[in-house]
C-alpha cells in the first residue's frame, strides 16, 4: 500500500486513529465522537485560513517636527512687544483677521509678513520659523500650528507675544 498522505487522506486518517483505529471505539470511552474528532472536524483546513489586514487608522498621527511662517500682530501690553507698536489689543485682532482673510485668499504669506509682522527675528525671513519640534514653541502657538495640514492657513492664534497669523510649510 502507497503510504503517500494527500491532504484529504491525512483528515480521515487523524479520524480514523482518533476513534480507536478500524476496530471502532476504545470500551473506556466515553460515548460519541471523541475530543479529537470533534476539533479535526472544527479546525479549518490551510487553504481556508486567510489573513486580514489590520484596520485602516482614522487619523494622521502628529507629527514631530513642522516648518511654517507666522506673521505676528502685537499690541501695547504684550509680551517683548518692540516700542514702535501703539496699537491696542483690539486694533490687533483685526489686522490679523485681514490678514488671515488675505492670505486665505490667495494672498503670498512671504509678503504679509513682511508687511506687517511684528517680530523683527522672522520679518526679514519673510516670517519662516524653520523646522521645529512642538516643544520649541509656547503652547497657544505649538497648539494650532500642528493641528494644521501642509500649506495650511491658521485662524487667529492668540499667545503672550500679540496675535498670530501662521501657515504651516512641512
Request: aromatic share 4%; proline share 11%; glycine share 8%.
Amino acid at each position: 500500500m502507497d503510504r503517500t498522505l494527500v491532504p484529504h487522506t491525512l483528515s480521515l486518517l487523524l479520524i480514523t486513529a482518533a476513534s480507536g483505529g478500524c476496530e471502532g471505539p476504545r470500551k473506556d470511552s466515553p460515548p460519541g465522537p471523541s475530543p479529537a474528532i470533534a476539533s479535526a472536524a472544527l479546525a479549518p483546513s490551510p487553504s481556508a485560513v486567510t489573513s486580514v489586514a489590520p484596520p485602516a487608522p482614522t487619523e494622521e498621527a502628529e507629527p514631530t517636527e513642522i516648518a511654517a511662517q507666522h506673521v505676528l500682530i502685537a499690541y501695547r501690553g504684550a509680551k517683548n512687544v518692540p516700542r514702535t507698536v501703539r496699537r491696542s489689543k483690539a486694533e490687533a485682532r483685526k489686522l490679523a483677521e485681514e490678514i488671515v482673510t488675505k492670505a486665505r485668499g490667495g494672498a503670498e504669506f512671504a509678503k504679509l509678513a513682511e508687511a506687517y509682522s511684528d517680530d523683527p527675528g522672522t520679518r526679514t525671513n519673510l516670517g519662516n520659523l524653520g523646522k521645529f519640534p512642538k516643544d520649541k514653541m509656547v503652547p497657544e502657538f505649538s497648539g494650532p500650528a500642528f493641528k494644521l495640514g501642509e500649506g495650511e492657513i491658521s485662524d487667529v492664534v492668540e499667545t503672550p507675544f500679540g496675535f498670530h497669523v501662521i501657515k504651516r510649510n512641512q
